[in-house]
């Protein structure tokens, strides 16, 4: 989502916007994914990541150069030749929705055999919520689970949009879901909020409840974590 946003004070106060530098991603986000990782102890993992753009920026892309295998889904060509190392990339271009999302992420898990799923990234500029809700009721966990938020709804705001399978962002305020709604959903399946990238107030990010011990330093509550009030779209 290209947006600019204000940054939140109290979100500003998280120690893991300060590991928050960016290579690939819109902004920050590359930083904050990086020590989260170290912090749970992935040194060779895998990732998909749903809703990629043209290749140049986005969230999983610093994994990719670091020697991580994963999976790319999106309705954007690629900027270069994603067939270069098959076994341990994969690009599917298709347009996401629920009847296909479970099935395309499973797609993918066949390009790169892996026993877990370390980090999952979503960023879809709209339907997010139900994907999110839909692969984990389908049982499709990672340890580390990337989402984009609309922070124009601020805790204890439960706000989403209605699910439309051809929604795409139109540049308006109309988009995805409150950061709250995220955070009650992922609860239900064991994951916690750990951060949002201050930056830009987009990104949301959960582990599974079994490494929280390396976020003891973290606040718990969601209105401690939170970043960013949208001023203007770009």
Request: charged fraction near 20%; glycine fraction near 8%.
């Amino acid at each position: 989502m290209r947006a600019q946003w204000e940054m939140s004070t109290s979100g500003a106060r998280n120690p893991l916007n300060r590991f928050g530098p960016k290579y690939f991603s819109q902004t920050d986000e590359d930083g904050i994914t990086l020590e989260i990782v170290r912090r749970i102890g992935i040194k060779d993992g895998t990732f998909p990541e749903l809703g990629v753009g043209d290749g140049l920026e986005n969230n999983t892309l610093i994994l990719l150069a670091s020697g991580w295998r994963g999976f790319w889904i999106g309705t954007q060509d690629l900027c270069f030749d994603h067939r270069l190392n098959p076994k341990r990339f994969a690009f599917i271009k298709a347009w996401v929705s629920l009847e296909n999302v479970t099935h395309l992420v499973q797609q993918g898990f066949e390009h790169i055999p892996a026993n877990e799923l370390d980090v999952l990234s979503l960023d879809l500029d709209g339907n997010d919520f139900y994907f999110a809700q839909e692969l984990l009721k389908s049982g499709i966990f990672s340890k580390l689970l990337i989402l984009e938020y609309n922070a124009k709804f601020p805790p204890p705001v439960k706000w989403k949009i209605k699910y439309d399978e051809r929604h795409s962002w139109d540049g308006t305020d109309y988009f995805g879901a409150s950061l709250q709604s995220f955070t009650e959903l992922l609860a239900g399946f064991s994951y916690t909020l750990v951060c949002c990238n201050a930056a830009t107030g987009a990104n949301a990010f959960f582990v599974r409840d079994t490494y929280l011990s390396h976020f003891a330093d973290i606040p718990r509550r969601v209105e401690d974590i939170f970043c960013g009030l949208p001023i203007s779209a770009l």
